[in-house]
Each structure stands twice: as C-alpha cells, then as structure tokens.
C-alpha cells in the first residue's frame, strides 16, 4: 500500500509560478510511474503530465507543454509539478498519482490516489 499527500496549492495571480509536491510513504515509489491530474468544478479529471519510475522520460498535456515540469527525487520519496505562467483555467483540483506501467495519461491506470490540492489563479 502507498500513502499519497500533495501539498503546495494555494491562490496565485494568473502569470505566476506554483510547486506542487506529492510525498509519498509506503512501498517503494521509484516501482512506480507517477502522474499528475486535475478536476475543476464541474469537469471530469483531466490528465496533466507523467513521469517515468527513474525520471528519464516524461510527458505533458498540450493545455500545460511548456508552462509545467514534472520531476520526481526517488531519494525523498517525492514527486513535484512546477507550474509556471499559470492561467485562470489552470484552476483545479490537482491529485498526484502512481502507476505500475511506465508512463500513462489514463487515469484507469493509476492504482494510487492521493486527496488533491486545491489551485486557484486568479485572473
């Protein structure tokens, strides 16, 4: 079993940055790919970027290429998303979660959640 807790949402104005962090506890996070997702109000959960179990590869949603980075430090256990040049329909819940595969932009793939943190831009 793997414990996931994100942190790092808050209120930004549109055009700044934001890190997202997902600390993880449990069983080995370097066994897994790790990916990033938000819901908005209303919307159904939309896949934002994955990374590879060693970080090597990564990938990212067209609405985010270029203004967000996925990254992960096996060492601490933690995955980030740094999100900059950020705009008003950034707005969100952003979960983290992990994947057996190698990398995935399904959802259905992902076999551990963690309890989303809000991020709000304001424009």
């Known amino acids: 079993q793997v414990q996931l807790v994100e942190s790092g949402g808050g209120l930004v104005q549109a055009g700044g940055p934001l890190r997202l962090s997902c600390a993880a506890s449990?069983?080995?996070?370097?066994?897994?790919?790790m990916g990033w997702f938000r819901q908005a109000s209303g919307k159904e959960r939309e896949f934002v970027a994955t990374?590879?179990?060693?970080?090597?590869?990564?990938y990212q949603a067209d609405a985010v290429k270029g203004r967000f980075t996925i990254s992960r430090d096996n060492v601490k256990n933690t995955g980030y998303l740094q999100m900059n040049n950020l705009k008003p329909e950034d707005t969100a819940v952003y979960y983290c979660?992990?994947?057996?595969?190698?990398?995935?932009?399904?959802?259905?793939?992902?076999?551990?959640w963690g309890q989303g943190t809000q991020v709000t831009v304001s424009s």
């Open positions: 979660a992990l994947s057996p595969l190698v990398t995935s932009e399904r959802n259905t793939e992902y076999i551990y």
């Open positions: 990374i590879s179990r060693t970080g090597r590869n990564t």
């Open positions: 449990g069983r080995a996070f370097s066994s897994y790919a």
